[in-house]
Nanobody
Framework: QVQLVESGGGLVQAGGSLTLSCAASGRTFSNYAMGWFRQAPGKEREFVAAIDWSGSSTYYADSVKGRFTISRDNAKNTVYLRMNSLKPEDTAVYYC?????????????????WGQGTQVTISS
């Protein structure tokens, strides 16, 4: 089992920045590809970003490319999502997830473990 706990969400004005963290515990963190997903009210959960086990390969949704950066620190068992130039449409609950895969994926069904989520609200 892997337990994931997100933090760093909050209320930010449009154009601002936030960094989300996801702390993992349980099995060896470096065995997992990690992903961030989000779900806005009334909408389906959508892929945001993913990173491979080593941190050398990343993958982003078109809607966040160039604004968000995913990274990981295997020594700290933590994955991060740096979000810049935030827009009101980025408002959502953000979830991190772990997949027993060597490469990042946008497919939520491929992820084995999920955190509880952290709320991000962007005001206009």
């Amino acid at each position: 089992q892997v337990q994931l706990v997100e933090s760093g969400g909050g209320l930010v004005q449009a154009g601002g920045s936030l960094t989300l963290s996801c702390a993992a515990s349980g099995r060896t963190f470096s065995n997992y590809a990690m992903g961030w997903f989000r779900q806005a009210p009334g909408k389906e959960r959508e892929f945001v970003a993913a990173i491979d086990w080593s941190g050398s390969s990343t993958y982003y949704a078109d809607s966040v490319k160039g604004r968000f950066t995913i990274s990981r620190d295997n020594a700290k068992n933590t994955v991060y999502l740096r979000m810049n130039s935030l827009k009101p449409e980025d408002t959502a609950v953000y979830y991190c997830a772990a997949a027993i895969l060597p490469l990042p994926t946008s497919r939520s069904a491929m992820y084995n473990y999920w955190g509880q989520g952290t709320q991000v609200t962007i005001s206009s």
